[in-house]
């Protein structure tokens, strides 16, 4: 484990977090969850009692609970944060508190109190919309958005600090399949949404490509990531992506899933923005190869609303981020 013991993980009751919370406790390692549990008290529930969980209701935006909780951690994985464009846009000035005046913060703390590994999830809109076919890591960054912007310019602070303590960067893509914090704001969420209550999908256009990553993938890697040697990743970038489809080859994923019936409408659109991204390097680099498919995780999300893990999913907030920022008001 390179010595990693303890691991503070913000966000830890987010959509992936939630996943990867159980993970962690499975593999032996004592959490530190910091999070202000905006989208349920009980999205852990499955791990309250293990003996090895932290859980702190708190705001990251806090500098004295930092330099609290952080000493004594061997690892951070940093993935809170106001997370999508809508959300951000909603108050942007609360949005930079959050996703880049907070990481500052975070960071210095995190090297000032020995923490030896900083794993922070970017994202891969930082690279904007690129002509090329393979967007590599070594590609300028253009994000479009000030959502994207503040992710490229947390990934700037933290390089610039990179050292004794190691820093590594993953710019997922768009992550799908089941959490127990679900969130159907998410392209293949989604459409599988629509497909299971509508038996319709709507593309918007649908010559757009999108790169996603299954959920189970997204959190196996920062498992992997733990354990890599610090003097081959520390500053290192990687994208973290599994095939690039068009919006329409995504639906007809999720129609081959959840069946024949589902009819695919189509609408013309002005977005006609197409994001690629190439995860050749982390696959040669460190041997990272999904293990799982779009398919996979419709059959998740089909599986969970048919065991009644997901009501109300048409009118409850708690499953769009937008909405949920919108009904609590969060300053």
Not at 33 to 45: A, H, P, R, T
Not at 274 to 279: D, T
Not at 296 to 313: C, E, H, R, W
């Amino acid at each position: 484990m390179n010595g990693i013991k303890k691991v503070l993980v913000t966000g830890g009751a987010g959509y992936v977090g939630a996943v990867l919370v159980p993970k962690l406790l499975k593999e032996g390692y004592q959490v530190k969850v910091v999070d202000l549990y905006i989208f349920g008290e009980k999205v852990l529930d499955q791990v309250k009692d293990h003996p090895g969980l932290e859980q702190i209701r708190g705001d990251i935006r806090n500098r004295s609970l930092f330099e609290k909780i952080i000493p004594g951690s061997d690892a951070v994985i940093h993935l809170a944060c106001i997370s999508n464009d809508p959300s951000f846009e909603l108050d942007p000035v609360l949005g930079k508190s959050i996703n880049y005046d907070a990481f500052l913060n975070l960071v210095d703390i995190s090297r000032q109190s020995g923490v030896q590994y900083f794993i922070y999830a970017s994202s891969s809109s930082v690279y904007g919309v690129k002509e090329e076919d393979q967007v590599t890591e070594d590609l300028p960054l253009e994000p479009l958005t000030d959502y994207s912007k503040y992710k490229a310019l947390c990934e700037e602070y933290l390089n610039a600090r990179k050292g004794p303590m190691t820093s590594l960067i993953i710019r997922p893509a768009t992550v799908c399949g089941y959490s127990p914090r679900l969130r159907l704001d998410l392209t293949v969420n989604i459409l599988t949404h629509h497909a299971l209550i509508n038996k319709q999908i709507t593309v918007f256009g649908g010559d757009q490509q999108r790169p996603n990553i299954h959920i189970e993938d997204m959190t196996d890697l920062y498992l992997e990531a733990l354990k890599w040697p610090a003097e081959e990743i520390n500053g290192k970038i990687y994208n973290a992506g599994y095939q690039n489809h068009t919006v329409m080859d995504l639906a007809r994923s999720v129609r081959r899933v959840v069946g024949d019936e589902v009819a695919i409408k189509t609408s013309p659109t002005n977005d006609i923005r197409s994001y690629r991204v190439s995860s050749e390097k982390i696959k040669q680099e460190r041997g990272f190869i999904p293990q799982y498919t779009i398919e996979n995780a419709v059959q998740d999300l089909m599986t969970a609303f048919q065991a009644g893990k997901v009501p109300d999913s048409m009118t409850d907030p708690h499953y769009v981020n937008i909405k949920m920022l919108q009904k609590i008001g969060l300053k």
